[in-house]
């Protein structure tokens, strides 16, 4: 009866300690990573002067993005999850105008600086492939140049990506991410007799390389 007794318990002792191990590999799973990723932007197409619209020679830019982003997997399935994401980006783009304003000039140039957001589903295949695909948002401020007249900047972006990440331990992943991106800016220019707003939009594919570091 001791014996059994002793079975019984190691037993439990041992689905004990199978369960806390399960719960401490999927806690480890549920951490947050450092996202470092430099990538592409799309230009400027489309200028609207308080009614007057024209279309713009997109100039594609690039965009450096610093995100702290959490995923967060099943328990009763830890190969899936969602991920909550959110950081600073700093963005760099412009754009040539079809129809020349004399005096004005035609060259747009512009630098915004802001936060973003994301909230996705995230897919882990075998040990060491993730894949991703979130919709995301962004808001920011910056400077933008006509010709050497620069002015103040409100930015909005939004888009969805997708990504494919590498785990090269238990700390690092290397990413690659594709997807589409639109923004919308505002302006106010300078035209004698007086101040115009204008509005200024583009969008177009994005693609980013992405180092992470995981805590």
């Given at each position: 009866m001791r014996f059994k007794g002793f079975i019984v318990l190691a037993a439990v002792m041992g689905l004990v300690a199978a369960g806390s191990a399960e719960a401490e590999a999927t806690a480890k799973k549920n951490d947050i990573a450092i996202r470092i990723s430099v990538g592409t932007a799309p230009g400027i197409n489309k200028e609207d002067l308080e009614g007057f619209n024209q279309t713009v020679d997109e100039d594609d830019g690039w965009q450096l993005e610093a995100l702290a982003v959490k995923r967060i997997w099943f328990e009763n399935n830890p190969n899936f999850g969602y991920t909550l994401g959110g950081g600073l980006f700093v963005s760099s783009f412009g754009g040539k105008r079809t129809f020349?304003?004399?005096?004005?000039?035609?060259?747009?140039d512009a630098d915004v600086f802001g936060i973003t957001g994301q909230i996705g589903l995230a897919y882990q295949i075998g040990k060491y492939i993730i894949v991703?695909?979130?919709?995301?948002?962004?808001?920011?401020?910056?400077?933008?140049?006509?010709?050497?007249?620069?002015?103040?900047?409100?930015?909005?972006?939004?888009?969805?990506?997708?990504?494919?990440?590498?785990?090269?331990?238990?700390?690092i992943e290397l990413g690659f991410e594709a997807g589409y991106q639109g923004f919308v800016t505002e302006y106010t220019i300078d035209l004698r007799p007086g101040e115009y707003e204008v509005d200024l939009t583009g969008d177009g594919p994005l693609y980013s390389a992405v180092l992470a570091v995981k805590f």
């Amino acid at each position: 009866m001791r014996f059994k007794g002793f079975i019984v318990l190691a037993a439990v002792m041992g689905l004990v300690a199978a369960g806390s191990a399960e719960a401490e590999a999927t806690a480890k799973k549920n951490d947050i990573a450092i996202r470092i990723s430099v990538g592409t932007a799309p230009g400027i197409n489309k200028e609207d002067l308080e009614g007057f619209n024209q279309t713009v020679d997109e100039d594609d830019g690039w965009q450096l993005e610093a995100l702290a982003v959490k995923r967060i997997w099943f328990e009763n399935n830890p190969n899936f999850g969602y991920t909550l994401g959110g950081g600073l980006f700093v963005s760099s783009f412009g754009g040539k105008r079809t129809f020349d304003v004399p005096k004005y000039g035609s060259e747009y140039d512009a630098d915004v600086f802001g936060i973003t957001g994301q909230i996705g589903l995230a897919y882990q295949i075998g040990k060491y492939i993730i894949v991703e695909g979130s919709p995301y948002f962004g808001f920011g401020f910056g400077q933008i140049e006509l010709n050497g007249d620069d002015g103040g900047l409100m930015y909005t972006s939004y888009g969805v990506k997708g990504g494919l990440y590498i785990l090269l331990g238990e700390k690092i992943e290397l990413g690659f991410e594709a997807g589409y991106q639109g923004f919308v800016t505002e302006y106010t220019i300078d035209l004698r007799p007086g101040e115009y707003e204008v509005d200024l939009t583009g969008d177009g594919p994005l693609y980013s390389a992405v180092l992470a570091v995981k805590f």
